[in-house]
């Protein structure tokens, strides 16, 4: 007998990435930034360890950070609400905007944790199919009844694709809910849709340190939006959803943005190179602005997972209704690329 809600034994909930503890792999399959992190982050962090200041909670509403994510991004505190990791943030949305039988939508293939949201709570998870040109407009919504809130991973996991300001922005205008942007791979694109926030109500920007300032395992991410939007949230989130050190070590990351424009740059050069010997072995590829590429078509995407596998290189198997199973391939350094493309060229 299950003492379970009948939902939550009917889900499957959401399965990472393979996180292999027993052998050393080539890890291409969760896109983590392949380079350590900005050496400021440790520096702000050690103080605290050293102090015995974790005997106290963290600031509940994370002031500095906010006010600094506020000055980098040019709004004001009242528009920041930090979460732990983006997915919290994506959590406490769902959960603020989301009910029994309301609906929630979103542009796929994407992010899969949005369905595993939806599940938990008992909503209706409806997708909707991105066209040839990964970009949603406000014809490819009209049979959307009611939703309470949208989904737009942008650039786009798992095709690395983006949606302009401008085609998001007629996106907002047409739906009569909440669109939340999930810029969790902004950090590798050249635009991102933060100004939206205040030209369109609706519009929720998240972010995330898991990929571009190279901090998953510290779990912080944060959200931009209306400061009204922003208070709801604050009744939502649990009381101290971050935790002392990561706050000091996000708030130490977006100050040194120089790292960040240096390791952006190393990424962008080898995501080109990654590109351009996948496609040579004939895969099709969109364009990625993200720090991974999309691969479709080509030699039959289980079999190379598994041959991959089998020399120590781990890739995302990525399955979506009505599509044939593709590869999603992490951009890593330049000797693990190096060791890929030469494993795919044996492969194929």
């Known amino acids: 007998m299950s003492h379970f809600l009948k939902h939550i034994d009917a889900m499957t909930g959401y399965v990472p990435g393979e996180q292999p503890r027993d052998r050393t792999f080539i890890k291409l399959n969760t896109n983590e930034n392949p380079y350590p992190p900005s050496q400021k982050v440790a520096e702000a962090m050690m103080p605290i360890l050293l102090d015995g200041r974790l005997r106290l909670y963290p600031d509940p509403v994370a002031s500095e950070f906010r006010r600094t994510a506020a000055e980098l991004h040019e709004v004001d505190p009242s528009w920041i609400m930090a979460g732990n990791g983006s997915d919290d943030i994506l959590t406490i949305l769902t959960r603020a905007f989301a009910g029994p039988g309301d609906v929630i939508a979103s542009a796929q293939p994407g992010y899969i944790l949005y369905e595993t949201l939806s599940d938990l709570q008992n909503a209706k998870f409806e997708i909707v199919p991105f066209p040839v040109n ?53 950090d590798f694109a050249t635009t991102n849709c933060i100004s939206l926030v205040k030209s369109h109500p609706n519009v929720i920007v998240s972010r995330t340190f898991s990929k ?19 208070a709801g949230l604050n009744k939502v989130k649990d009381s101290y959803n971050c935790d002392m050190l990561s706050l000091a070590g996000g708030t130490a990351a977006l100050l040194d943005q120089e790292w960040l424009i ?8 080898t995501r080109a190179r990654l590109s351009s010997g996948a496609a040579e072995l004939g895969y099709l ?5 993200a720090n991974f590429i999309w691969c479709e078509g080509g030699p039959p995407a289980q079999e190379v997972y598994d041959a991959l596998r089998d020399r120590d290189i781990l890739v995302r198997l990525m399955k979506y209704p009505g599509r044939e199973p593709a590869l999603r391939i992490t951009v890593g350094t330049d000797p693990q690329i190096d060791a890929l493309l030469s494993a795919l060229a044996e492969i194929v």
């Not at 009611?146 to 989904?151: G, H």
């Not at 912080?220 to 922003?230: K, M, V």
């Not at 590829?285 to 602005?289: D, K, L, N, R, V």
């Open 134 to 186: 990964w970009t949603i407009g406000p014809e490819h919504i009209i049979g959307l009844k009611n939703p309470k809130i949208f989904y737009l991973a942008n650039p786009n996991s798992p095709s690395g694709t983006i949606m302009t300001p401008e085609a998001v922005a007629q996106l907002a205008e047409a739906l009569p809910c909440p669109l939340v942007v999930d810029e969790a791979y902004g």
């Open 212 to 230: 571009g300032y190279s901090l998953a395992g510290l779990r912080l991410g944060y959200c931009i939006a209306r400061p009204e939007i922003i």
């Open 262 to 269: 240096e390791t952006r740059q190393k990424i962008w050069n």
């Open 285 to 289: 590829i969109p364009e990625s602005h």
